[in-house]
C-alpha cells in the first residue's frame, strides 16, 4: 500500500476550463489492444475503447489485460485527461470515459444527447508534491494559504515556508485535468482561481507521468499529483496540508482535505462487453489492483 504514517506514496492537473493554457497533450496510449484489430469500436462486438485520466488508466489497463483470456478487445488511452475523456464519450468516439473528477453541470449542458452513468471504482488521494531537498530543508507541511502563494507566484523561494534558499519552480495542470481541480477547490472553493503567474518558474504539465518527470528533474519544484505515482520514487515527497497528512486513514475519513472519486463513466447504463469490463473492475478480484497503484477500494471508502 502507498500510504505510509507521513505521506501517500503514489500519482496527476489544473484548473477545467481554467485561463487559456498551452494545448493539451498529445495522446499517450497506456494499454494497446489485446486481442484483433488495435482500438477500433468497429473491429468486433467486444471491441471496447476507454479513454481520459491518467490516474484511471493503470487500474483500467491492468483489469483489461487481465480480461485478455476471455477474448475481450480493449484500449486504453489518455488523451486528454478527464474532461478530454468525458469530451470523447459525449461525441460518441468511445466506449468508456477515465475520470479523476465529478460531471459537472457543464459537462451535461455540453452534451445533451449523452445519457451520463458514472460508477465509482475507488478513491485517490491529491498531493502537493514537492522534492525530497526541500522537505528535507525544512518544509514538513503547508498551509493552504501557503499552497495559494505558491501557485499563484507570490512565494518563489521556499525559504519564504520555512524551507531552504531555493528557487520555487512550479508546475501546474493543464485545463481539463482532475488532479488541478482538486487542488483548485481546496484553494479557492467555489471561487474562480485568478490567471497563472507570467513568470519564467512556471510551467504546464500534462499527465501524471510527464510531472513526475519534471519533478525528479527540477530543483525546488512543486506540482499537484496523484500521491500513488511517488510511491517508489524516495526524492518525491506529498507534504501534509493544514497539518493532514494523506494516510490511509486520512483520507477514507475524508481528514486529508484533497481526496477525490475515481470513476468509469458510460453513455447510459453498462452493458454487454462494457459491463463484464466494468463488473471486474468492482469485483474483489479486480479492487485488489486499487491499492496496487496506490488507491482505496470502494470498501476502504465504505461504499
Known amino acids: 500500500m502507498s500510504f505510509t504514517s507521513t505521506q501517500v506514496r503514489r ?4 484548473r477545467t476550463g481554467r485561463r487559456g493554457r498551452q494545448g493539451a497533450s498529445a495522446a499517450l496510449l497506456v494499454a494497446a489492444a489485446l486481442t484483433g484489430c488495435a482500438g477500433s469500436a468497429e473491429a468486433g462486438s467486444d471491441a471496447i475503447q476507454a479513454s481520459g485520466s491518467t490516474t484511471v488508466a493503470p487500474v483500467a489497463s491492468d483489469a483489461a489485460e487481465a480480461l485478455k483470456a476471455k477474448g475481450l478487445n480493449i484500449t486504453v488511452a489518455t488523451q486528454g485527461g478527464s474532461a478530454g475523456g468525458i469530451s470523447q464519450l459525449g461525441t460518441g468516439q468511445i466506449d468508456i470515459a477515465l475520470s479523476s473528477k465529478p460531471l459537472s453541470d457543464k459537462d451535461r ?3 445533451p444527447g449523452t445519457d451520463f452513468v458514472t460508477t465509482q471504482i475507488g478513491a485517490d488521494a491529491v498531493g502537493v508534491i514537492i522534492t525530497k531537498e526541500v522537505a528535507d530543508g525544512g518544509v514538513k507541511g503547508l498551509s493552504k494559504a501557503q499552497v495559494a502563494g505558491l501557485f499563484e507566484g507570490k512565494i518563489t523561494n521556499w525559504k519564504e515556508v520555512g524551507g531552504p534558499d531555493l ?3 512550479v508546475y501546474d495542470k493543464e485545463p481539463g485535468r482532475g488532479t488541478r481541480e482538486v487542488l ?10 485568478p490567471a497563472p503567474p507570467k513568470s519564467a518558474n512556471y510551467a504546464v504539465v500534462g499527465g501524471n507521468l510527464e510531472t513526475r518527470n519534471k519533478l525528479k528533474s527540477t530543483r525546488g519544484s512543486v506540482a499537484p499529483l496523484s500521491t500513488g505515482f511517488i510511491d517508489g520514487h524516495p526524492e518525491l515527497v ?8 494523506p494516510t490511509l486513514a486520512n483520507v477514507a475519513s475524508g481528514t486529508y482535505p484533497m481526496t477525490r472519486p475515481l ?4 453513455n447510459g447504463r453498462p ?11 468492482l469485483s474483489p478480484e479486480g479492487q485488489k489492483l486499487l491499492p496496487k497503484h496506490g488507491y482505496l477500494t470502494r470498501e476502504q471508502m465504505g461504499l
Not at 238 to 245: C, R, T
Not at 263 to 266: A, D, G, N, V
Not at 271 to 278: A, N
Open 167 to 169: 528557487q520555487v519552480f
Open 238 to 245: 506529498a507534504v501534509p496540508l493544514e497539518g493532514v497528512a
Open 109 to 111: 449542458k455540453a452534451y
Open 263 to 266: 470513476y468509469m463513466i458510460t
Open 184 to 193: 483548485d477547490k481546496f484553494i479557492y472553493g467555489k471561487g474562480e482561481p
Open 271 to 281: 452493458k454487454g462487453t462494457v459491463k463484464q469490463y466494468i463488473d471486474h473492475i
Open 11 to 14: 500519482t496527476a492537473p489544473r
